[in-house]
């Protein structure tokens, strides 16, 4: 099969510039490669080769296919040796002006007809090209690290770029073995805008010392099935790659509440403790691993205290379930005994706010995070408020580790850590379908490869139920008076009618 482009340019031959060679290689393109730095093609040319040669070790590719890809890959000596090229790939550092020299530059250069597209992150698409003669021929092409195994490129087109040109990269990326998907020109495009949720509202929990980044992860991982709790991915991508898309998104959304930075990810940026490469992130890394301390075995407690639910409780008919096979000895008056601990489950609300307002005593009170059924989770997730006698605490976390599920015990807050993490995952994709910046199907496609997720954020919102994720955003508000939890239109119209967030219609 004929490749869409025959010759390609790779500008910037750093793990981004690397990748794309590769990939673009592999579905039969001549690939030339240009850095400032002549020393760091030859340096590319020879680690692309020994992937190759990997591969072929492994029996995944063979010896006269890996011979074939090391011809199409050549050196450029100057930015004049790509005149001919079909696609110019830009993947240099993030930086508004230097890449928009760099494009003039080429213009000055290339066929009239050369595609310029730029590997950015969050920069503008439509800011690159203004200054251009020919605009139309400027795209984004936004690949993820590693690019052989992140399998989705975001195709952006700028103000005044030509559909035909982003009908021809996608098309492109498909060659590559990569499934494209269509993103408008907007800060953070489709997945560092969708992604703001999960890291950013785990520091938001942390900073208000709801509970360390090792149990906000574990709670993460076992209770809503993140492949990574926030912290540990962070530590993964670096801080110093993190932190300022954090801070991209916020100020190019005009300093929009929902993608707020936290000082935490600025002073550890500031004080170089970056994550995994640089030995000490969240965790400290020995030989590549994270120390991270073991959880402390549940509370050995001699005789539990009866049990009263709230008639308010989420999933109550579950969790009266859950407690009998527990082995709970469970009250039904209209009141808890004296004796007896209580359990609220609410949706958004701290567990404080609820024992004031059902006149239930706070000493006695614990909440239990029921969003996500318990049969699906790995972990349960209590909260005590402040006034919870330390007796009832240790009660509830022995009662509920009785099977053997791992069970986390939180500071009171608005919301649990799920609860938080969900809902603002669901609300910030819900925005962005609502400023139209993809399709749905899109914005999943993109989250599940791009980012990992267990699922995409509007299945999360269906999974776990719209008008759920509605009443913990409301809640939130009302507890925080915080416009970051103010909920998309776009989700409160179909929490209204209980439309599928996957809907493709408004």
Not at 4 to 15: C, K, L, P
Not at 109 to 121: F, P
Not at 368 to 397: C, F, G, Q, S, Y
Request: with cysteine; net charge neutral.
């Amino acid at each position: 099969m004929q490749t869409i482009y025959a010759h390609i340019a790779v500008v910037g031959t750093g793990a981004m510039g690397r990748g794309i060679a590769q990939i673009a290689a592999q579905a039969g393109s001549t690939v030339t490669l240009y850095d400032q730095q002549p020393a760091a093609v030859a340096a590319a040319q020879q680690a692309i080769a020994e992937q190759w040669d990997k591969q072929v070790d492994k029996g995944r590719l063979d010896a006269t296919s890996a011979a074939a890809h090391k011809g199409r890959l050549r050196a450029a000596d100057s930015l004049k040796d790509l005149a001919d090229c079909d696609l110019v790939v830009e993947a240099i550092v993030e930086k508004l002006d230097v890449k928009a020299a760099l494009f003039a530059e080429l213009e000055g250069i290339v066929r009239a007809d050369t595609v310029l597209a730029s590997n950015t992150s969050s920069l503008s698409i439509t800011a690159i090209a203004a200054k251009l003669q020919r605009p139309q021929r400027v795209a984004g092409y936004h690949f993820f690290n590693p690019v052989p195994l992140m399998k989705v490129v975001e195709v952006i087109a700028g103000l005044k770029t030509d559909a035909t040109v982003c009908t021809a990269l996608c098309a492109y990326a498909r060659q590559m073995g990569h499934t494209p998907v269509v993103a408008q020109d907007t800060p953070g495009f489709i997945v560092n805008h969708a992604g703001r949720g999960y890291g950013t509202e785990a520091l938001r929990i942390v900073s208000e010392g709801v509970a360390d980044f090792a149990t906000i992860d574990r709670i993460l991982r076992d209770q809503a099935g993140f492949r990574l709790g926030p912290f540990e991915l962070m530590d993964l991508t670096a801080l110093d790659v993190s932190h300022p898309v954090m801070e991209s998104v916020y100020h190019q959304y005009y300093e929009e509440p929902r993608y707020r930075p936290s000082v935490i990810t600025a002073q550890r940026l500031v004080g170089g403790m970056l994550g995994r490469k640089t030995g000490e992130g969240f965790y400290r890394y020995t030989n590549g691993k994270a120390e991270i301390a073991a959880e402390p075995p549940a509370p050995e407690v001699a005789e539990l205290p009866p049990v009263w639910v709230s008639t308010r409780a989420t999933r109550r008919a579950e969790l009266y379930q859950l407690l009998k096979d527990l082995g709970a000895k469970i009250e039904t008056g209209q009141s808890p005994s004296p004796q007896a601990l209580t359990l609220v489950a609410p949706l958004g609300f701290d567990v404080s706010t609820v024992a004031v307002v059902e006149r239930l005593d706070p000493s006695r009170t614990m909440g239990i995070d029921l969003l996500i059924e318990d049969a699906a989770t790995k972990r349960r997730v209590l909260a005590t408020n402040p006034a919870t006698r330390a007796d009832m605490r240790d009660a509830a976390h022995a009662l509920f580790a009785r099977d053997g599920k791992a069970v986390s015990v939180i500071r009171d807050s608005g919301g649990f850590v799920t609860q938080r993490v969900v809902a603002t995952i669901v609300n910030i994709a819900s925005d962005i379908c609502q400023q139209r910046i993809c399709t749905p199907a899109d914005l999943e496609t993109a989250v599940t490869l791009g980012l990992g997720y267990p699922l995409g954020p509007l299945a999360m919102g269906n999974r776990y139920g719209p008008t759920n994720v509605l009443e913990v955003l409301f809640n939130l508000q009302t507890v925080y008076g915080d416009p970051r939890y103010r909920p998309s239109p776009w989700l409160r119209r179909r929490g209204a009618i209980g439309l599928s967030l996957l809907h493709e219609e408004d």
